[in-house]
């Protein structure tokens, strides 16, 4: 995993509630045996009509907006435990999701593959939408060492949590893998001092 | 102190804590698919290593499967390759594997309690949200993403944060023809699509009491549509019974020994939960979904709501325009033209009979298309064991072949854009079957009587 560093961006709005994995990458793009090109599928249906053409009106098919910050509405990424969301999201070049609300699930996922959710208040999530609203080219800055997100046009700071464990798993670009392999000898004696009935 | 089913069993896994939020929790047992786990796989080459601990995985392919000629190679190359990818993974890394064609293939979470390997006390995991289904047997079972499929690949643990807990109490008789898979749709719409999130959930009460197992696996499999991480019914004798004698559930002495352990899981009566609901099973009838979100749902006899009504206005609009539905419409009468029984939900025997039962000498409708998956290789050499598929046969019902099918269309199983499909599967997702197309959810005897009618129909007015 990369390690994830301090940066400014544009973003990308996408002001949907309840954005469920299946809108994120259907289901029939689920069939790779690797983690790469999904990002090429991200949002596949908003994205395409049948025929495969671009939709006009989809956010992403807007040359007005781009970035490395999709902003979206209320509970992002409900629905399947399907981790090809975060490689899709993470693999169209987006390195940080903020909405006002995460699924659980792809919290996890998201987090594991170097992809950092925010979590901000709802307030907070008008006023960013708005921002970009007002100004397409408008900046952000992401700083995770110091859990701040700043809105560059008018200087807000918006703090936000992170866990340390996960924020030092982020910044060194190591994930749970590497701990548990650490851990044998533990894991072993856990194991021999009880019966799986 | 008094210690809730979910701290029992989440106390007894803990390996060691990491810091105030995190800890090591150990796995009992790994299912995986074909699906969510090839990376996984990539990923313990990459780094060099095997399995931690093989005899504690089992691998079946189900997702991508074709549920027609299954003697035959897989037609669709991306599907082939990923179902011979888990073909070769497990043969390398040495996994017990069901493949296409093995008398015990099947979806992973009709296996796993068929074949005894689920049971209570356990911790279970798969690359799958529906995991959850695991929990009726009392035990703390969760859906995982790949990177942590690999974790467990190569420590047979989890790095975890322990949710907060929910108790939902429904008690009393449920009305002739509700089911449980109206009981949970019921609750999900309650507690809307994400009302469970951060949570994990026990169901109790007299309603639960009184489910056989595979009634109690349709209602923790949907635990998930509510955003809850997992949810369990503390194990019984009905529990123990369902287990006993199966393929790899403890025999003899050990049997013993696991039901004088089995018997300690339970909620002590003073236990404190982070939320509790409670509903009456009186209350509770034939179960729909009309919208885009499993929470999106209303019986029968009632009808959608209108915008002004709903909390989201937004999102009712664009979810009724997708399903081509009216704000304050009925959908009693509402033409379908696809009826698919099967997925996770609602897949195993007992779903079968009670579909066979209600149509023995009863005719599909002309126009309508009727799908039986069922969940597994046995549940299908049942069915016919037992001439349920004579019953469907004469219906103008098609018994397929086992697996995902079209609960969520990643083979040939679709449902074609714009027509309505009522599903017993778990999720009515925009595109879920298929792109454009239309899921009512429903339970398996609402569908079979849609089947019959050829729209949609309140199953109670056969039954009295
Ligand atoms: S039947 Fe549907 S919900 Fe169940 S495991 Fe298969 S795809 Fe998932």
Not at chain 1, 33 to 43: H, R, S
């Amino acid at each position: 995993m990369e390690a994830f560093t301090r940066f400014k961006s544009t973003a990308i709005p996408l002001p949907i509630e309840n954005v469920d994995t299946d809108q994120i990458i259907p289901a029939r793009f689920l069939k790779a045996i690797t983690k790469e090109g999904f990002g090429d599928n991200l949002f596949r249906d908003w994205r395409y009509n049948r025929n495969n053409n671009e939709v006009p009106g989809f956010v992403l098919n807007n040359p007005k907006y781009g970035g490395k910050i999709l902003v979206a509405g209320k509970n992002f990424g409900c629905g399947s435990s399907r981790e090809h969301a975060a490689w899709a999201i993470d693999g169209y070049g987006i390195k940080v999701v903020i909405s006002s609300f995460f699924a659980d699930i792809f919290k996890g996922n998201a987090l594991n593959n170097g992809l950092l959710p925010i979590q901000v208040s709802e307030d907070q999530l008008d006023m960013i939408f708005k921002a970009i609203e007002e100004d397409h080219q408008a900046q952000f800055e992401i700083d995770l060492e110091a859990q701040q997100f700043t809105i560059c046009d008018n200087g807000t700071q918006i703090k936000f949590d992170i866990d340390n464990y996960k924020k030092e798993c982020l910044l060194k670009g190591y994930d749970d893998i590497d701990y548990l392999l650490d851990l044998k000898e533990e894991i072993v004696a856990f194991e021999n001092q009880r019966t799986i009935h | 102190m008094a210690k809730t089913l979910f701290d029992k069993i989440w106390d007894a896994h803990v390996v060691k804590d990491i810091d105030s939020t995190r800890q090591v929790v150990y796995i009992d047992r790994h299912f995986i698919h074909e699906v969510t786990s090839p990376q996984a796989f990539s990923g313990l080459r990459n780094r060099n290593i095997g399995l931690f601990r093989t005899n504690q995985t089992t691998a079946t392919a189900d997702h991508n499967v074709p549920t027609l000629n299954q003697h035959l190679p897989i037609k669709d190359p991306l599907s082939r390759s990923q179902v011979d990818a888990l073909s070769q993974n497990c043969k390398e890394f040495g996994v017990e594997l069901y493949q296409l064609g093995h008398e015990l293939q099947g979806i992973v979470h009709v296996i796993g309690p068929e074949l005894g390997i689920t049971r209570p006390g356990m911790t279970i995991v798969c690359g799958d949200s529906h995991t959850s289904t695991h929990g009726a047997f009392g035990n703390i079972a969760f859906g995982i993403g790949t990177s942590q499929v690999e974790q467990v690949f190569a420590s047979q643990c989890l790095i975890l944060s322990k949710p907060k807990t929910m108790r939902i109490t429904v008690n009393g008789d449920l009305q002739k023809g509700v089911t449980a898979k109206d009981v949970i749709l019921y609750i999900i719409s309650k507690l809307t699509a994400a009302g469970g999130t951060g949570y994990f959930v026990e169901y109790a009460g007299s309603t639960f009491d009184s489910m056989s197992m595979e009634e109690r696996m349709t209602i923790c499999n949907m635990s998930i549509e509510m955003g809850a991480r997992g949810g369990m019914i503390a194990p019984d004798e009905t529990t123990f019974k369902y287990i006993k004698g199966r393929k790899f559930a403890p025999k003899g002495e050990q049997y013993d020994q696991a039901i004088r352990y089995w018997s300690t899981l339970y909620t002590d009566a003073d236990a404190v939960f982070d939320v509790e609901h409670s509903y009456e099973a009186a209350d509770i009838g034939p179960m729909l979904t009309y919208g885009t979100n499993p929470g999106m749902g209303i019986q029968v006899s009632e009808h959608i709501p209108n915008a002004s009504e709903y909390l989201d206005p937004k999102q009712l609009t664009k979810s009724l325009d997708y399903m081509g539905l009216q704000e304050g419409q009925l959908l009693e009468g509402q033409e379908i033209q696809h009826v698919f029984i099967g997925s996770c939900t609602n897949a195993r025997i007992e779903d079968l009979r009670s579909v066979a039962k209600f149509v023995d000498g009863k005719q599909k409708a002309d126009h309508v298309q009727v799908w039986i998956v069922p969940g597994s290789k046995q549940v299908e050499q049942q069915a016919k064991k037992e001439g349920l598929d004579k019953v469907f046969a004469n219906a103008g019902f098609q018994l397929r072949e086992p697996g995902c099918s079209a609960c969520l269309g990643m083979n040939e199983d679709k449902v074609p854009a714009g027509d309505y499909c009522i599903s017993t599967s778990n999720r009515n997702f925009e595109g879920r079957q298929g792109p454009g197309a239309r899921t009512i959810l429903a339970s398996p005897l609402s569908a079979a009587a849609a089947a019959i009618e050829g729209k949609i129909v309140d199953v109670r007015k056969y039954l009295n």
